[in-house]
């Protein structure tokens, strides 16, 4: 594994020009490189050897004993530990039955709650579409969203969500349209269900949102932070959407076998731990995740750990111990690829973008490339070559990676794609 990494780290010479190079700039008071020759030299962590330092040769050796020991790595260094399924937790279907665009679908609205508390306990509302004309269950999509329910669907059935504003106050959410908006009738059209939640109802996206959130009720008295190697707010919303799978595995009409994940930007990075952590989730489309998430950290380019963790920016989205490798990402126990790897062997589509410098679009293929030798454990395919693709070259195989022309996030065409690949992958 050591010596394919090592040899892909030149490589790629078509794919140079890409991504626009330059000039750099300094974030948080961070210089943040965007030349491939400044990039530097770097050896990744090899997946596939265990830490008592023998090869991993097989399937059930990554599955019995590699998997769990990165799991722990990632739980230790970067997104946090998280307790499990809580006891008190319900679920309300305020709406069961619903006919919605144009009667192509069945819209249903449930409260999850996560403390028997219920409306005094953190709780979050979950939108969800079923094909009309599905007699059984049917796979599903399940979005982790900017915008609530409301805003990111054109549906005036949908009941009115609130979001958090830049001065961390509750404000009534704009109707459809909102940032991370989907149109829902293609997804339906290819029989695929689709849910969404708004991430903000889990936890809120700034520092000092622990009590507006599922973890408050963690804390113990007295207590107004989590230990260092707890979870940060990027596990508290993988653990929400483990929360929906909870509920998904009640409902008779989703096929809770056959349900994937879609992030962007932030949301990519919870997706990825999210199907890394939780093997429930059958798929995962990981849109720009960048630097946290499939982006390589020992390759010195557009965002880097230090960017992330400095106390103006991202720290309170990881457990504190990621801090300590800002400035010795070297010493990082791991790195991206083997993020990448922990979703094998569930089909993960990366998806990047040519003006996304940020978000290192290259450093996800290298990630992937480095990840295939542990999808090719299970017989799966793997990206089947180490040339970075050209934008609009999807490569959807098991492992596949999608670079648009454009740049950060998802754009309205990028959905074709993504509809494919669930189509392949979770056969309605």
Known sequence: MKTLVLAICG????????????PDNVVAGIPANYREANVGTYTLPDALKLENGKPVKDAKTWTEKRRPELVKLYEENQFGRTPGRPDGQSFEVFEKSAPAFDGKAIRRQVTIYTTAKKADGPHFDVLIYIPA???????????????ANSATVEDPGVKPGEQ??????????????????????????????????????????????????????????????FAPDEWGTISAWAWGASRIMDYFETDKSIDAHRVALFGISRLGKTVLWTGAHDTRFAAVIASCSGEGGAALSRRNYGETIAHLTAPTRYAYQFCANYGKFGQHVDQFPIDAHELVALIAPRPLLLQTGTTDGWSDPKGEFLAAVAAGPVFKLFGKQDLGTTEWPAAGM??????????????HGALPADWEVFIKFLEQNLKP
Do not use: C
Not at 11 to 22: K, T, Y
Not at 180 to 186: D, F, S
Not at 394 to 407: E, F
């Open 11 to 22: 490589f790629a010479i078509a794919g140079l020009a890409q991504v626009p190079e330059g």
């Open 394 to 407: 999807p490569i959807l195989h098991d492992l596949g990676y999608y670079m648009h022309a454009g740049g």
């Open 164 to 225: 958090w504003n830049r001065e961390k106050k509750r404000v009534t959410a704009p109707a459809g349209g909102g940032l991370g908006h989907v149109k829902v009738e293609p997804i339906i059209a290819a029989g695929l269900g689709f849910a969404t939640v708004y991430y903000g109802d889990i936890d809120p996206d700034f520092l000092g949102g622990i009590p507006n959130g599922v973890r408050a009720p963690y804390l113990k008295a007295g207590q107004t932070e």
């Open 133 to 147: 004309a599905a007699t059984k269950p049917v796979p599903l999509l399940l979005n982790l969203s900017f915008s």
